[in-house]
């Protein structure tokens, strides 16, 4: 059974910084590729950066120039760097793993941007 944990996440004044980590359980090149999800309250589920396993990475448009998303393929881990953090922002954020007919989330890991 494949498990993403997902940790980093708090509570942040806008324009800080957080960095959010996601720890697989199964080698990260055996995922089509990885990525991070995120869903605010009454909203539905977005995209927020995906990285494939040939390394091709993924920005949704609002995050770009704010957020990277990057691998240690050593400790099987994908991480989110995120600066310049808006109110907007908040949400619960998701790990993400699709692997041919399965697709794999972690639990999520709470985003907060206020003051």
């Known amino acids: 059974q494949v498990q993403l944990v997902e940790s980093g996440g708090g509570l942040v004044q806008p324009g800080g910084s957080l960095r959010l980590s996601c720890a697989a359980s199964?080698?990260?090149?055996?995922?089509?590729?990885m990525g991070w999800y995120r869903q605010a309250p009454g909203k539905q589920r977005e995209l927020v950066a995906s990285?494939?396993?040939?390394?091709?990475?993924n920005y949704a448009d609002s995050v770009k120039g704010r957020f990277t998303i990057s691998r240690d393929t050593a400790k099987n881990t994908v991480y989110l760097q995120m600066s310049s953090l808006k109110p907007e922002d908040t949400a619960t954020y998701y790990c993400?793993?699709?692997?041919?007919?399965?697709?794999?989330w972690g639990q999520g890991t709470q985003v907060t941007v206020s003051s």
């Open positions: 199964a080698n990260i090149f055996s995922f089509d590729a």
């Open positions: 990285i494939t396993s040939g390394g091709i990475i």
């Open positions: 993400n793993a699709p692997r041919s007919f399965m697709n794999y």
